[in-house]
């Protein structure tokens, strides 16, 4: 039973910050790349004012999943080095940080642009 309850809060979080995204779409004259870094960056602010990290705690995959974790996960590690090495830590905490991640993009990006050919839009 305690799965399932962590499935619903996951997908209801996830879904909502899906929802948002998808309104922005529809409602804004915002383009799709202004609107994920949008999301990237109210991530990095919602943790630095300390209200990303609990919606983490009670979502879980639902919060870290869209891209808005991913700028939680670079306050996270910014923050995490600049305790562990000072100033410095500003500059080296977040690529630390989101470094398995940002690695996997790349070559998973690499092998699909290997495998499938690219087609113009018209």
Not at 25 to 32: H, Q
Not at 50 to 62: E, I, M, N, S
Not at 79 to 95: F, H, R
Request: aromatic residues 6%; neutral net charge.
């Amino acid at each position: 039973m305690d799965i399932l309850v962590n499935l619903i809060k996951a997908f209801l979080v996830g879904g909502g910050i899906c929802l948002i995204g998808q309104i922005l779409i529809d409602y804004t004259k915002l383009t799709p790349a202004r609107i994920l870094t949008g999301f990237v960056v109210a991530g990095v602010a919602l943790s630095a004012v300390g209200l990303y990290g609990p919606l983490v705690d009670f979502a879980g995959t639902g919060a870290t999943v869209p891209l808005s974790g991913f700028g939680h996960l670079l306050a996270e590690g910014v923050k995490q080095a600049v305790n562990e090495l000072g100033c410095i830590g500003i500059l080296s905490g977040g690529i630390s940080a989101a470094g398995a991640g940002i690695g996997a993009a790349v070559t998973f990006g690499l092998i699909a642009a290997l495998i499938f050919s690219s087609k113009d839009k018209n």
